[in-house]
């Protein structure tokens, strides 16, 4: 599960924990998991995402990018496919 706190001072701050894919939409650029969070996938990283089923098990880790400043790692593909997303 995504577990994100807001607080004024910081913004988000995030907790990364598994979570598992629900649905994944317009052809791989958008997922949305388990915990009720949507999310917009790089264009660059929406062949992978496409192939994604419901059930897959995901970690979201924070990245450095600012347009897609997450990153999602399926843990049941091989290699884990590491995707750029944002929180929608």
Request: proline residues 6%; glycine residues 4%; hydrophobic residues 40%.
């Given at each position: 599960?995504?577990?994100l ?12 924990m ?7 939409r317009?052809?791989?650029?958008e997922?949305?998991l ?20 419901p ?10 990018n600012e347009r ?15 995707i ?5």
């Amino acid at each position: 599960m995504l577990t994100l706190f807001w607080t004024k001072a910081y913004g988000i701050i995030f907790e990364p924990m598994e979570n598992t894919v629900v649905d994944v939409r317009k052809n791989g650029l958008e997922v949305e998991l388990f915990d009720g969070s949507t999310w917009s996938i790089n264009p660059d990283d929406s062949s992978k995402t496409a192939e994604w089923y419901p059930t897959q098990r995901i970690i979201v880790e924070k990245s450095d990018n600012e347009r897609y400043p997450f990153v999602i790692i399926n843990l049941d593909t091989f290699p884990q496919d590491q995707i750029q997303a944002a929180l929608i």
